[in-house]
């Protein structure tokens, strides 16, 4: 079946460096990767979407790769900062109807 | 605000009640999904709406009966929900159905914090 993992459940760093965050899926070929944030008690938000043709993509201090023969995509926030904390949701387009699949997401502290 | 709306916020209901969900996109957009997030689960794809049809039922039990009456709304109406139904349910739109491939980055309402007794 299709799987999608997300490196780990959390993640620490402090202000001013890089996060990098892991989405690995297995037992399908999304064309399309999503990656969405979501803050507590609220729903997710929209941020990028990589096709599987581009290698990378980036939106300010936000960038994403999409590595199709490793099945894995990387999201990087540089010059982090405490209001990027948050959960990071990574979401390969694709599935079986060609629906979202979502990952449990990576919970973001960005320390001062 | 991200252009769509859901209420209640929050809703505590018993096991024998009846319930609706409401969601509202103010964004023209021509599908609406609704999910479950349950606590350390990823998000659970339940039901997708393209233009007032229905176009998938994720093996919901019948307990939750989805109605689209319009493009811009969205209803969930609960009946005899059980403990482990409680979680957050949000509803999304996006402009493209998911399904017919394509971009379809999906817009999340806040959701509603269901609590079942």
């Known amino acids: 079946s299709q799987k999608i993992e997300q490196n780990s459940e959390a993640l620490n760093i402090q202000e001013g460096k890089t996060a990098t965050l892991t989405c690995n899926y297995t037992n399908y070929s999304p064309a399309y990767l999503q990656w969405y944030r979501q803050d507590p008690g609220r729903g997710p938000v929209f941020l990028l979407l990589?096709?599987?043709?581009?290698k990378e993509k980036r939106k300010e201090r936000l960038k994403v790769t999409f590595d199709t023969t490793l099945k894995q995509s990387l999201f990087h926030i540089t010059a982090s900062q405490p209001a990027d904390s948050a959960t990071y949701l990574c979401a390969p387009q694709g599935g079986s109807q060609g629906n979202l699949i979502f990952g449990k997401g990576t919970k973001l502290s960005v320390k001062p | 605000e991200t252009g769509v709306t859901q209420t209640p916020r929050h809703l505590v209901m018993g096991m024998t009640n009846k319930k609706s969900l409401k969601c509202e996109q103010h964004?023209?957009?021509?599908?609406m999904y609704w999910y479950k997030q349950s606590a350390k689960k990823p998000l659970e794809l339940m039901f997708v709406y393209s233009l007032e049809e229905r176009v998938e039922n994720n093996s919901v039990p019948s307990r939750f009966s989805p109605e689209c009456p319009n493009s811009s709304h969205l209803f969930l109406h609960l009946h005899t929900l059980q403990p482990e139904d409680s979680a957050l349910y949000l509803c999304a739109s996006s402009q493209r159905l998911c399904q017919r491939g394509g971009l379809c980055e999906q817009y999340f309402g806040p959701g509603t914090r269901l609590t079942v007794t």
């Open positions: 990589i096709r599987e043709n581009e």
């Open positions: 964004l023209g957009h021509n599908a």
